[in-house]
């Protein structure tokens, strides 16, 4: 790709001829304008290690900022902005009732166009009042995906003949299937049905290097920048001719001055595009646990742009065993036990909600999307029910503790949960009294609050079953997989959950955390000879890794597939063991899984992990460059 000047970049070989209709000349020049910003992406990057490092170093807690300080890269005031001095976004009309938001990728891993457009016509058809069509967390990254997730995206915001073909027959498929589940038809009018779900896009984090684009000389190229640019530039005119709102999901954001750099980006695009000030709206994935010492600074930061929080349950879990993984005292129990309601997650929730409920200048508050639902109505009627009455009662709660709708990891569950809210009746909760929020010792505490729970070989079992698929799917191009432990493989009662990058990353951590804390387990086993309160040893947790991995390598193609235990799993168990095993405890799974992607040979596999810890162990730096990478 010739963008030309000092801010040159380099495309994958082959990708600007097969993928010609996504790397535009608008698309390049947007990427031309953006570029010299991501200098400052990578000093941000730094600047996170060297926190991170220093934290460790000092065994020191995330604390608030000075209330007089300055947030960076703004001239805000951090009590100005907890105040709610500050202009906020309005919430445009599309956005005022998003009961239901479904959360998946555009393509699918190897898949034809046609069949890639699949995807998005269930998530247009779903009823879902909005659906974020995932760049991260669940779209894989095999091939060119990144780009056909770009591709289809357009296809369907244009209404092109080929999408809606797609979409009659998908809308025939979803009656057939609601017939015979709620016994009526979901799909009215398939043409009428995909304008009332509101698009939402969610670029990659700034932690992450696209596969596909890097600098001249050499250095990787900010996913974030690359997403941001391809989806905004391609897709302005449509949207805006249409009514709609240009709308963005931002995760794993730390500070508010990463916020800043994103309103910093937004801005520049808008100013390239020719955008009024503000037009691209975002939500903000409260994912990272620095992220809730400093929110209503990030809401003040994006405030041209910001129209609501998430509550992202799982990234948060790990953020927050990250954060202090220095910390001898802190071990997290059982995965399963961390619900939104558990010690930490609770105080999180409620720090959110009292931050969206803060008026601003203008008496303006921003929306509050709960957390992700991750059940799918599919096993034994039994399982179905169970599994259905646990998401309506997570639903139920969400919406009396003040959320203004919440997450779906797939279209089958947006009728099931949507009644909770439609019954509700009102299309948001903005304004609902809470107390203000403060800034005390207490808060902080709570923000890092164990509870007593489980911590059980049955619960090491699920962590490494999980991240042991979870590591294989992603090398398959499944970011987002229907997984469960291995012992519960042709047990139909027990439902597969959607899982995605941010549940493979909490795995690793909780392990991690067990094994270098000698975590005490709180129950007896039988088959391991292990005692209540006997601690989790490296020998426990090898003979756990090497049960859970046999288990996988006989298992049948449904849960498994054939080709991948010679290719895709052994390298994912290699991956897994040294990031348990590392004193160094690494800060992202993704970012050895990336750096394995297309690769099947162990030796290879173990070289990379070798090179990845040699650099965080020499100066922090991640190892993030497409290893593969061959320009045209």
């Known amino acids: 790709m010739d963008t030309g000047g000092a801010h040159g970049l380099q495309v994958r070989r082959g990708l600007e001829q097969s993928h010609a209709d996504v790397l535009t000349s608008e698309a390049k020049a947007a990427l031309r304008a953006l570029a010299p910003l991501d200098a400052t992406r990578r000093d941000l990057m730094r600047q996170r290690m060297e926190r991170r490092s220093a934290r460790w170093h000092a065994k020191r807690p995330i604390a608030f900022l000075d209330p007089a300080g300055t947030i960076g890269g703004t001239t805000l005031k951090v009590e100005d902005a907890r105040a709610g001095r500050f202009a906020g976004s309005e919430i445009p009309a599309d956005l005022q009732r998003q009961w239901i938001q479904g959360t998946g990728p555009a393509t699918r891993p190897g898949a034809s166009v046609e069949v890639g457009l699949r995807s998005v016509a269930y998530a247009l058809l779903s009823g879902a009042d909005g659906w974020m069509f995932d760049g991260e967390d669940a779209l894989g990254q095999v091939g060119a995906m990144s780009l056909d997730n770009q591709r289809n995206l357009k296809l369907a915001i244009d209404r092109d003949p080929l999408f ?88 794993k954001i730390q500070t508010a001055e990463e916020a800043a750099f994103w309103n910093r980006l937004l801005v520049a695009l808008e100013d390239h595009l020719g955008l009024e000030l503000g037009t691209i709206k975002v939500y903000v994935l409260v994912e990272q646990i620095e992220a809730c010492f400093q929110l209503m600074e990030i809401r003040a930061a994006l405030s041209p742009h910001f129209v609501g929080f998430n509550t992202g349950r799982w990234d948060y879990i790990n953020s927050v065993a990250d954060a202090l993984g220095w910390d001898a005292d802190f071990v997290d129990p059982n995965i399963d036990a961390i619900g939104m309601t558990y010690g930490y997650m609770r105080n999180y929730e409620d720090r959110v909600r009292r931050a969206v409920n803060t008026p601003d200048r203008n008496g303006g508050c921003a929306l509050w999307q709960g957390g992700m639902e991750t059940n799918i109505p599919v096993g034994t009627e039994q399982g179905v029910a169970a599994g259905m009455a646990r998401a309506r009662a997570g639903a139920e709660r969400e919406q009396r503790e003040g959320a203004s709708g919440k997450w779906v990891a797939h279209w089958k569950m947006v009728h099931i949960v949507r009644p909770v809210w439609e019954q509700a009746g009102a299309p948001n909760q903005l304004g609902r009294p809470f107390p203000p929020l403060t800034y005390t010792e207490d808060d902080a505490r709570g923000l890092r609050l164990l509870e007593p729970a489980p911590r059980t070989i049955r619960g090491a079992r699920d962590l490494i079953s999980v991240a042991l698929q979870y590591g294989n799917a992603f090398g398959q191009g499944l970011q987002a997989a229907a997984l469960k432990p291995a012992d519960f493989f042709g047990d139909d009662d027990v439902l597969y959950l959607m899982e995605d990058m941010a549940t493979g990353e909490i795995r690793v951590s909780i392990l991690w955390e067990w094994l270098h804390k000698s975590a005490p387990l709180t129950e007896a086993d039988a088959a391991t000879g292990v005692h209540a309160g006997d601690p989790f040893r490296p020998a426990l947790f090898e003979r756990l890794l090497g049960e859970e991995y046999r288990k996988l390598l006989v298992a049948s193609d449904r849960d498994v597939y054939e080709v991948s235990k010679t290719t895709t799993l052994p390298v994912a168990r290699e991956i897994l063991d040294a990031l348990v095993r590392s004193p160094l405890k690494a800060p992202w799974f993704v970012d050895l899984l990336n750096l394995n992607l297309g690769n099947h040979d162990l030796e290879v596999a173990r070289k990379r992990i070798r090179m990845y810890e040699d650099g965080l162990g020499r100066d922090g730096t991640r190892l993030v460059a497409n290893l593969d990478f061959e320009a045209s």
Request: aromatic content about 10%.
């Open 164 to 251: 809606l073909k797609v979409a009659e027959h998908v809308a025939a498929e979803m009656n057939r299937w609601a017939s015979g589940f709620f016994g009526r038809e979901i799909v009215a009018d398939w043409r009428k049905q995909l304008d009332f779900t509101t698009l939402i896009y969610r670029v990659r984090g700034l932690h992450l290097a696209d596969r596909h684009l890097r600098h001249d000389d050499g250095t990787p190229f900010s996913a974030s920048i690359a997403d941001l640019a391809l989806f905004v530039a391609r897709n302005h005119r449509a949207l805006r001719a249409r009514g709609a709102s240009i709308v963005l999901y931002l995760p």
